[in-house]
């Protein structure tokens, strides 16, 4: 376990906002057809992958009837790409690349393909070489003119990967300056959306909070620009610049920003005050409907990071009756039943946890989950078998580090416990357990 990180990750719905203003690149759309980039709606190319020589044939006739598609093969490797199949549409991008190598929507294909792996200098390098790339003989002006701006996209979310924020406001505000800013498209929002990533990292913070502004005009949303910058700076960890923007945020909208702020509460662990911002009234929400989970889903995790097991119990199984398959809301549900004392609950709560492992064998939280409600029964060896796997994944919750901290101490590792006991102490993000770490 000397490799273990402690890391702070998402709590089912209630912590999503630290990921809604990333990136955002072409990268599920620039294989698309022409006809279908232009929706700002996710697409998915219909094709039945079943058989590959069909599948071709389905890719050229999408090919043949619209002018400013990509390649037959492209399209064909967009399809296996959104089915999560990369390895397949890599072999066809490679494939491709050898006929054809300098074609500029191959060469956005593996910058992109690049982007979705982390491989941030080689999809500069491609992007770059996307620039002076030919374009398919039947692209129109048009068509060319509008790839040229995706690629310039594509290189300033490069930069952004990589940090660079000075090249990619530059690149960015040359697209700013080209587009028509009256034009409701999706690459202008995008352009907007990222001058205010870029000139929040620069530090450049009111002028990120109105290239935001002009975004949320341009597509007709009502969330404020200042709850945006709170959500970049929560990204970051940074709890004193987060309350501060949220506070700005509340001034500014109050009814469209309570759920964003006692979810960020949560993250913060300070419970109590999430629950008193969820007990207001919170009817007047301006923003897109929630869903009607989401408030007592969140009632529920702030009573349990409280410690009252009874009541986030009660409202987490009435959460669990209306939508048993929610994997979240089963998570947090035998997290808390098996702090109750009743056997029944605690049975139940082995129940949920090794439905979730069985249904996610993949999901190192489930897992853990399943350590720890072992662990609570006093089945240590198969505690110590989940929670070893979980281990092997290297970055932990605090959460998972508490519970792997209670094992080492009841197996007499007093050392390893101690390390275990620190770590979950002085990492950030929620720690439902730091009411426990009282009596250690």
């Avoid at 999560?84 to 890599?90: E, L, P, T, Y």
């Avoid at 770059?128 to 129109?140: I, L, M, S, Y």
């Avoid at 853990?368 to 198969?382: I, S």
Wanted: negative net charge; proline residues 3%; aromatic residues 8%.
């Amino acid at each position: 376990m000397s490799q273990i990180r402690i890391c702070s990750f998402a709590i089912g719905i209630a912590f999503g906002l630290a990921c809604a203003m990333t990136r955002t690149t072409w990268a599920d759309e620039i294989l698309l057809p022409s006809s279908q980039v232009q929706s700002q709606k996710p697409s998915t190319i219909q094709i039945d992958l079943t058989n590959l020589e069909s599948a071709r044939e389905a890719a050229q006739e999408i090919d043949a009837a619209d002018p400013g598609s990509v390649h037959p093969e492209l399209i064909l490797a967009s399809a296996y790409m959104q089915r999560g199949n990369v390895r397949q549409a890599r072999a066809l991008m490679e494939s491709l690349a050898i006929k054809e190598p300098d074609r500029i929507d191959l060469r956005m294909s593996f910058c992109m393909l690049a982007m979705k792996e982390g491989r941030w200098f080689d999809a500069w390098v491609h992007g770059t070489a996307a620039r002076d790339a030919k374009f398919p003989e039947k692209w129109d002006e048009d068509r060319q003119a509008k790839a040229k701006q995706q690629v310039e996209l594509l290189l300033a979310n490069c930069c952004e990967g990589r940090g660079d924020w000075t090249q990619a406001l530059e690149i960015y505000e040359t697209l700013h300056a080209e587009l028509d800013q009256k034009e409701q498209s999706d690459l202008t929002a995008r352009v907007l959306q990222g001058l205010g990533r870029v000139q929040f990292h620069l530090g450049e913070l009111e002028k990120s909070v109105e290239r935001f502004s002009q975004f949320a005009v341009l597509v007709d949303i009502v969330e404020p620009a200042e709850l945006t910058v709170a959500k970049l700076f929560e990204s970051q960890q940074k709890v004193k610049e987060a309350e501060e923007w949220y506070q700005r945020s509340m001034d500014s909208a109050p009814a469209d920003t309570q759920i964003h702020f006692a979810r960020w509460l949560i993250w913060s662990n300070q419970g109590e005050r999430a629950q008193e911002t969820l007990e207001k009234d919170l009817s007047a929400l301006r923003t897109a409907p929630l869903p009607k989970t989401e408030i007592p889903y969140l009632r529920a995790l702030a009573d349990r990071m409280q410690g009252n097991y009874g009541q986030a119990a009660k409202s987490l199984s009435k959460l669990h009756r209306e939508d048993p398959a929610s994997y979240s809301v089963g998570n947090q549900l035998a997290l808390t039943l098996i702090e109750l004392e009743e056997e029944s609950d605690r049975a139940r709560a082995l129940q949920i946890a090794e439905s979730n492992v069985r249904n996610r064998q993949d999901d190192l939280e489930a897992r853990a989950t399943l350590g720890w409600v072992q662990y609570r029964l006093g089945d240590l060896q198969q505690a110590q078998a989940h929670l070893s796997i979980v281990a092997q994944g290297g970055n932990i919750s605090r959460d998972t580090a508490f519970y792997m901290a209670e094992l080492h101490s009841k197996l007499g590792n007093a050392q390893k416990a101690n390390e275990l006991y620190a770590a979950a102490q002085q990492a950030k993000g929620p720690f439902f357990y730091a009411i426990k770490m009282q009596d250690r």
